[in-house]
């Protein structure tokens, strides 16, 4: 049964840890603006290159929603790296789910300003998709968050398109 040796069988072994999609939504902590936010991603985007990490960021009303993928170790010792982090607080998981594939593979963290341009369309995206106007992700589901966060990923992806 386990014939190491086999290349096909050590290349399961190795690559097979399951790979996740985490979400959450957190409040910004006094001093959080969107440009610290940024001085945060430089490093941050650096250091999901290096451990295999995608996903997507939005900013807006001073809430953040992040979805992280990786493989399930590399993402949940993240998330608890990230969660004691004084620049937010009250952070909600929303879904920790298994996946096949990565749905913002392209992006070692894409960060969304919600509140720049492009709005009208983007707005009703919103409402579709969670059935409120504002942006407060603490409120969504599983399910609303995750259609919102890759709508919006399209929506970036037509916008680098066009
Ligand atoms: C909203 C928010 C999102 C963050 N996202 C990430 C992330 O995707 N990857 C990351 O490495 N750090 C992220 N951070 C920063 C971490 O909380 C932490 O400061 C950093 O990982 C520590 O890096 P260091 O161990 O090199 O000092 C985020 C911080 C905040 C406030």
């Known amino acids: 049964m386990f014939r190491c040796g086999h290349a096909s069988l050590t290349h399961h072994l190795t690559v097979s840890l399951p790979l996740i999609r985490l979400l959450y939504a957190s409040r910004a902590t006094t001093g959080t603006s969107y440009a610290a936010l940024l001085g945060i991603m430089d490093h941050a985007q650096e250091k999901n290159s290096a451990a295999a990490v ?15 993928e990786g493989d399930r170790q590399t993402v949940s010792e993240l998330y608890h790296r990230i969660a004691p982090d004084r620049r937010h ?15 913002f593979a392209e992006w070692s963290m894409k960060v969304v300003n919600w509140e720049d341009g492009g709005a009208a369309r983007r707005q009703s995206m919103l409402e579709t ?3 409120s106007s504002e942006f407060n992700p603490s409120a969504m589901t599983a399910v609303q968050a995750d259609a919102f966060l890759h709508h919006l990923a399209q929506r970036e992806r037509e916008m680098a398109g066009e």
């Open 129 to 131: 998709d969670t059935g």
């Open 54 to 68: 995608t996903g997507m960021l939005c900013y807006g009303s001073g809430q953040f929603l992040q979805a992280l």
């Open 89 to 103: 607080t009250q952070c909600q998981l929303i879904a920790v789910v298994e996946i096949d594939a990565r749905a």
